[in-house]
DNA sequence: AAATTCTGTTTCCAATAGTGAATTCATCGA
DNA sequence: TCGATGAATTCACTATTGGAAACAGAATTT
């Protein structure tokens, strides 16, 4: 067996992939995914631009598609190129948690500048981290430096008036309603600006290996 | 048109995915996973089974291969569709994005059951997906299927007062302030029970390569 | 029931993807 | 400078895909 098929072999396994091609099950799925839309060959092919013909070809696995028409489905169908490769059902990844936090229900951690009320803290594995916040400081030298944490926030004025600080950005005021998001690893802080504190809703991201 | 699609539609739009096909550079990213593994065109064409020929017009976009072809590929190589797709390593890290969205100023997508209007919209590379959401519907009847797609979701109520309608779940009353974070592939949908419509804020995550 | 409309399949042809051979390009070494 | 050698590209040809139109079956309408 010559040396670069026993690495082959190996690079496989490392990436846990099945050895052989698979039969193309592209087909079904994408029959599959039509007719859980009710979508008829016709309406998909306004959608993505491929001829009714084409389209019952590639369901029955009569043709391979080009990649480009590939693209063509994928953008056309709005779903994902995982999706659509997505051995048919059956992946049930759908575990259906939940997690309810009523109006004031949620974890309090006070500090000087914030108080944070981390929302649905009974869920450990989750990809976003959303907290209201309380924003007490009314002066940019409370804080002693940026804020910083990586991944993305989002984060929206529910009542009051904030400005926020930035590191590459002049100050932003924002009202009630108004919204941001950020990359949160460049330094951020908050201050109130209107009569009574300010509340935000918050939703980081977490911090998983990307 | 179903509900979902309207939604699925609406992340497709958030989700900054252009309208149409892309130039595909999947022969720049396959040149460059070859070179790093210190390949040969006729290397590779050992481990995928392709012609040299082939190969080369790959690399310089001259065609688009076949579905089966991408398969041979990604199977010979020991790689990933996704990291065949992956742009050629361009994020940088920390570049201190940020994006605005004043009250009310967001994208407008409405449906008959929802009005959506998605947040942050100017940001195409985002892992959370933050729309504001009024909530037209009366009565669960009005949905013809579960609103479902991958990933998490929390979901504030801003204003009014809602049922939360889950695939697994007995229905949930949630009021102003109330949160709740779930696996949104878990079929759900919304129904105000307020006078007025209610209004919710939504952040989902990006259903990104899995 | 006949006609019409709608949906999926099949047919045929033009366009294009895939292949092996020939050609060009690049790097050595004498 | 001039072959060698190895690698990538181009060429000529075959095989396959993709699209327009014809076809067949089912569902609706008249």
Same mark, same amino acid.
């Given at each position: 067996m010559p040396a670069n098929t026993d690495q082959q072999a190996a690079l496989r396994i490392a990436s846990g992939r099945k050895p052989f091609v698979e039969p193309l099950r592209l087909g079904e799925r994408l029959k599959e995914i039509r007719l +859980?839309?009710?979508?008829? &060959? #016709? $309406?998909?092919?306004?959608?993505?631009g491929l001829a009714r013909s084409t389209l019952s070809k590639i369901e029955n696995n009569q043709i391979s598609p080009t990649f480009t028409a590939v693209q063509k489905l994928i953008n056309g169908l709005g779903i994902d190129l995982p999706q659509l490769l997505t051995p048919p059902r059956v992946q049930a990844r759908?575990? @259906?948690r939940r997690d309810l936090t009523r109006q004031g229900e949620g974890q309090h951690h006070p500090t000087p500048t914030y108080e944070h009320e981390l929302l649905s803290c009974e869920l450990a594995q989750k990809r976003m981290i959303p907290f209201k916040t309380i924003v007490r400081a009314r002066s940019f030298d409370e804080f002693s430096e940026w804020v910083r944490h990586d991944g993305e926030e989002f984060l929206m004025v529910l009542t009051g008036e904030i400005q926020l %600080?930035?590191?590459? %950005?002049?100050?932003?005021?924002? +009202?009630q309603g108004d919204s941001i998001y950020f990359d949160s $690893?460049? @330094?951020? +802080? &908050?201050?109130?600006?209107?009569? #009574?504190d300010a509340v935000v809703l918050s939703v980081c991201t977490r911090g998983d290996a990307a």
């Open positions: +859980a839309n009710h979508w008829t &060959l #016709e $309406d998909v092919s306004q959608r993505t759908t575990m @259906g %600080y930035t590191e590459f %950005y002049e100050p932003l005021q924002l +009202a $690893d460049m @330094g951020h +802080a &908050l201050v109130s600006v209107s009569e #009574e």
